[in-house]
Antibody
């Protein structure tokens, strides 16, 4: 069964740090781009960051650039999100998600996020 | 950034109704769009990818259409389990952006 399980959420003070983890199973983790998506309480979904299969490319939403770092360990089938300088507006449920790709004979192209974890809650408050 | 404008933000419908939700992109995104369903306290679930392809396991009453800047999600006959919030997502360019969501409620 394809599965993503997040962990590492919790309560942290403004300015603090937290590291989220996502354990993948049931598929070849090293073959997929991976993303983090968050949802503030009562709000919509916001894509946060993603990372290429080998970690050579990373993209971030502007609001977290310079504060958050996405990384992965393919040997451990794990995705991470290091969050520094946390703000109240970072309070959210954080989901990891698999980025599906389609490939032709010459290139691959994104198809969006097809598998999601159950989420881990991050609360930034004093 | 590409803005995704989803409408309506909410709707009330009855079981058996045909429901249509629209997403408009601020610039052309080809068919790089997916539709997601989210129930309270749960992770999103993908229904449609590449604007019109049905995700495996998703009932055929769900369909998607559109290309460029205008996209539609249609539920042909609303079922009790379809009451949820629906989001579109463009993955044509970074940052990937979601519509603001459409909450489908029971009339």
């Amino acid at each position: 069964e394809v599965q993503l399980v997040e962990s590492g959420g919790g309560l942290v003070q403004p300015g603090g740090s937290l590291r989220l983890s996502c354990a993948a199973s049931g598929f070849t983790f090293s073959s997929y781009w991976m993303s983090w998506v968050r949802q503030a309480p009562g709000k919509g979904l916001e894509w946060v960051a993603n990372i290429k299969q080998d970690g050579s490319e990373k993209y971030y939403v502007d609001s977290v650039k310079g504060r958050f770092t996405i990384s992965r360990d393919n040997a451990k089938n794990s995705l991470y999100l290091q969050m520094n300088s946390l703000r109240a507006e970072d309070t959210a449920v954080y989901y990891c998600a698999r980025d599906e790709e389609g490939c032709s004979s010459t290139s691959c192209y994104p198809l969006g996020m097809d598998v999601w974890g159950q989420g881990t809650t991050v609360t930034v408050s004093s | 950034d590409i803005q995704m404008t989803q409408s309506p933000s909410s709707l009330s419908a009855s079981v058996g109704d045909r429901v249509t939700i629209t997403c408009r992109a601020s610039q052309g995104i080809r068919n790089d769009l997916g539709w997601y369903q989210q129930k309270p306290g749960k992770a999103p679930k993908r229904l449609i990818y590449a604007a019109s392809s049905l995700q495996s396991g998703v009932p055929s009453r769900f369909s998607g259409s559109g290309s460029g800047t205008e996209f539609t999600l249609t539920i042909s006959s609303l079922q009790p389990e379809d009451f949820a919030t629906y989001y579109c997502l463009q993955h044509n360019s970074y940052p990937q952006t979601f519509g603001q969501g459409t909450k489908v409620e029971i009339k």
